[in-house]
């Protein structure tokens, strides 16, 4: 009986189930043709560009120079008797400084012989001044024939004159070296090193100290020739901003002073130097640049009109890519007029108001059709809804 109540049963079932997955089946085939067709462009963002004018800012690095170096030497000689308390290696004297002395008494000696010389030199003048008067009032009822130079006493006349001017030269260099037993600071300066000490015996020209001009400083830039065409003009005067890199930057002001006029051989640069005033700060309160800091130096150069300027990533092979109206990519050729940072200044190839494509496809071909990212929105779409308004 259980037997032949299977053998009913068996085909009923699997009838049944036939039926159902034929049904699944065109469930499922129904609902495939239902669906949407999946959109595969590729996804990207762009950027409607403008010119501009931009002005090119040159950088390069040098290292802080005095304006001159001094070796400084005694001009009289004799015993020092006293120095400067800043007139050590490192310390700081403003112009004029007496920096040390010489013994002067002999000096002062010379100066006081020179004067009695000058004094006798002038009385004798004087005497024959009035014997010239003399003679000629006596010449005056005498012959001419009988009138010579030699009775005038012109000659012993322009000796005296001679004798008054000697002395007055004597006098003047006795002055002078007794004003140089004090040795002054020529400028403001930094002191290098000293070579002589209390009590020693100095010679005439004997080196004593090597002096800094921290007036002013110097540095020398060199500038690649990429930068070379973008100087400006004219070059001297132009204000530059000297930068001290480091745990705390700091920066002043500084000039152009001129262009050496050369190629730097092994680097094939030009060669610029720039001024500092007051680089030690004795005269203001700006930050102090010492000799020998290695400075980061910019200034502006020309003013480069209607040009784009462009992330480095977005143009590859001078090329960059473009989306059109179409929504298509269309790659075109540009003149790169120079590199700014990490950016391009593009003068040629571009227009006013092209689509450039900021997130470049792995492999972008010309006239792939591309779709913009979830919400944004064509720029070219969003002026014309606002013009509509």
Same mark, same amino acid.
């Given at each position: 009986?259980?037997?032949?109540?299977?053998?009913?049963?068996?085909?009923?079932?699997?009838?049944?189930? +036939?039926?159902?997955?034929?049904?699944?089946?065109?469930?499922?085939?129904?609902?495939?043709?239902?669906?949407?067709?999946?959109?595969?462009?590729?996804?990207? #963002?762009?950027?409607?560009? #403008?010119?501009?004018?931009? %002005?090119?800012?040159?950088?390069?690095?040098?290292?802080?120079?005095?304006?001159?170096?001094?070796?400084?030497?005694? %001009?009289? =000689?004799?015993?020092?008797?006293?120095?400067?308390?800043?007139?050590?290696?490192?310390?700081?004297?403003?112009?004029?400084?007496?920096?040390?002395?010489?013994?002067?008494?002999?000096?002062?000696?010379?100066?006081?012989?020179?004067?009695?010389?000058?004094?006798?030199?002038?009385?004798?003048?004087?005497?024959?001044?009035?014997?010239?008067?003399?003679?000629?009032?006596?010449?005056?009822?005498?012959?001419?024939?009988?009138?010579?130079?030699?009775?005038?006493?012109?000659?012993?006349?322009?000796?005296?004159?001679?004798?008054?001017?000697?002395?007055?030269?004597?006098?003047?260099?006795?002055?002078?070296?007794?004003?140089?037993?004090? $040795? &002054?600071?020529?400028?403001?300066?930094?002191?290098?090193?000293?070579?002589?000490?209390?009590?020693?015996?100095?010679?005439?020209?004997?080196?004593?100290?090597?002096?800094?001009?921290?007036?002013?400083?110097? $540095?020398?830039?060199?500038?690649?020739?990429?930068?070379?065409?973008?100087?400006?003009?004219?070059?001297?005067?132009?204000?530059?901003?000297?930068?001290?890199?480091?745990?705390?930057?700091?920066?002043?002001?500084?000039?152009?002073?001129?262009?050496?006029?050369?190629?730097?051989?092994?680097?094939?640069?030009?060669?610029?130097?720039?001024?500092?005033?007051?680089?030690?700060?004795?005269?203001? %309160?700006?930050?102090?640049?010492?000799? +020998?800091?290695?400075?980061?130096?910019?200034?502006?150069?020309?003013?480069?009109?209607?040009?784009?300027?462009?992330?480095?990533?977005?143009?590859?092979?001078?090329?960059?890519?473009?989306?059109?109206?179409?929504?298509?990519? %269309?790659?075109?050729?540009?003149?790169?007029?120079?590199?700014?940072?990490?950016?391009?200044?593009?003068?040629?190839?571009? =227009?006013?108001?092209?689509?450039?494509?900021?997130? $470049?496809?792995?492999?972008?071909?010309?006239?792939? &059709?591309?779709?913009?990212?979830? +919400?944004?929105?064509?720029?070219?779409?969003?002026?014309?809804?606002?013009?509509?308004?």
């Amino acid at each position: 009986m259980n037997k032949l109540w299977i053998k009913i049963a068996l085909p009923i079932v699997v009838l049944a189930l +036939g039926v159902a997955g034929m049904s699944l089946i065109n469930a499922t085939a129904q609902q495939k043709e239902d669906k949407e067709e999946v959109d595969t462009r590729p996804t990207v #963002s762009i950027d409607e560009i #403008s010119a501009e004018d931009y %002005q090119v800012m040159i950088t390069s690095f040098g290292e802080v120079r005095p304006l001159e170096m001094t070796q400084l030497s005694a %001009q009289v =000689s004799g015993e020092v008797v006293d120095w400067h308390e800043d007139f050590v290696a490192g310390g700081v004297v403003p112009r004029g400084t007496t920096l040390f002395s010489i013994d002067k008494q002999r000096y002062e000696a010379n100066m006081l012989q020179a004067e009695a010389e000058l004094n006798q030199a002038q009385s004798q003048l004087i005497e024959e001044q009035a014997r010239a008067r003399v003679a000629a009032q006596e010449a005056k009822s005498m012959a001419d024939s009988q009138v010579t130079d030699l009775y005038l006493r012109k000659p012993q006349l322009m000796s005296a004159q001679a004798a008054v001017k000697s002395a007055e030269a004597k006098l003047k260099l006795a002055k002078r070296d007794l004003a140089y037993c004090q $040795v &002054k600071a020529p400028y403001d300066a930094l002191v290098i090193n000293r070579n002589i000490g209390l009590g020693q015996y100095v010679s005439q020209g004997t080196q004593v100290a090597e002096l800094y001009n921290i007036e002013t400083a110097e $540095v020398t830039l060199p500038i690649a020739g990429f930068d070379s065409a973008f100087l400006p003009t004219p070059l001297a005067g132009t204000e530059v901003t000297v930068t001290s890199r480091g745990i705390n930057s700091y920066s002043r002001q500084g000039t152009i002073d001129r262009d050496l006029g050369i190629v730097e051989k092994s680097t094939r640069m030009s060669q610029l130097v720039a001024r500092i005033q007051d680089p030690y700060s004795l005269h203001s %309160q700006g930050p102090v640049f010492k000799f +020998g800091s290695y400075v980061e130096v910019s200034l502006a150069g020309q003013t480069l009109e209607q040009v784009y300027r462009l992330p480095q990533d977005l143009v590859t092979n001078r090329t960059v890519w473009l989306v059109d109206k179409d929504m298509q990519l %269309q790659p075109v050729k540009v003149d790169v007029l120079r590199e700014e940072g990490k950016y391009f200044l593009i003068n040629d190839g571009l =227009s006013e108001g092209d689509r450039v494509l900021t997130t $470049v496809p792995e492999y972008p071909q010309k006239g792939m &059709k591309v779709k913009l990212a979830k +919400g944004e929105d064509d720029p070219k779409l969003v002026a014309q809804r606002a013009e509509a308004e």
